[in-house]
């Protein structure tokens, strides 16, 4: 994919109901579908938009911390309000950028789809990286914060943005990591949010970076 399907499917991800993956425990590898039990047809596994999952924890994070000063909830909560707040600001700034002004009759959601609209008017492209950098951050930060997996990092250029390191959240604030980092059998690309899924995918692209080296 080139940077502008990479943005549209990461705005996508994060502010619409999506198709998503699960491991197949039988076959190996990932499927984004499930079978009926009634009618035996597949059926797509579907997530709501990442927007809106982290928002749910925002405000379990407010149940949490009420007046018992207790919740279960809250080592997760907590969290993903700091982060909440940083995304909100993020998108408040870029309002401002762009239109001149902050625009609260906008929802998250709509702030991040009008500022992806406005890189396309940036003929050199950098536009569309800066704002992919970005929300390729908030989409994998969400993620981590929700399902946290073990991650191999792993040093080398990514293949498709060059880049050799991206920042991730990380216990209220963003570190720096190597771009590239893998779950088991597969490896994403915390910069641009390219993937490499399945033991093929990853040795084509271990080779291709022991040809880098």
């Keep these: 994919m080139n940077t502008e399907q990479k943005l549209n499917q990461a705005v996508h991800e994060l502010t619409r109901s999506h198709v998503t993956t699960h491991d ?58 700091v982060l909440w707040n940083e995304i909100q600001e993020t998108l408040n700034t870029r309002m401002v950028q762009i239109d001149g002004k902050d625009r609260p009759d906008l929802s998250p959601e709509a702030k991040l789809q009008r500022w992806a609209a406005h890189t396309l008017q940036d003929p050199s492209g950098g536009l569309q990286q800066q704002c992919l950098r970005t ?42 990591n190597t771009a590239l980092a893998a779950v088991g059998l597969d490896v ?15 040795t084509s692209l271990a080779v291709s970076l022991r040809d880098a080296a």
Aim: hydrophobic residues 35%.
């Design 188 to 202: 994403t690309c915390g910069a641009c949010g390219s993937q490499w899924c399945g033991a093929e995918a990853v």
């Design 135 to 176: 929300i390729v951050g908030w989409a994998m930060a969400i993620q981590n914060l929700l399902h946290p997996v073990r991650k191999t990092e792993i040093l080398g250029t990514c293949p498709e943005c060059r880049e050799t390191h991206a920042w991730s959240w990380q216990e209220d604030e963003w570190i720096r």
């Design 24 to 81: 197949d425990l039988q076959g190996g590898g990932k499927r984004s579908f499930h079978t009926d039990p009634e009618s035996g047809a597949a059926v797509p596994f579907r997530e709501m938009p990442l927007f809106e999952q982290l928002r749910q924890e925002r405000v379990s994070s407010t149940r949490s911390s009420g007046a018992s000063g207790s919740g279960s909830r809250a080592p997760v909560a907590i969290p993903a309000l």
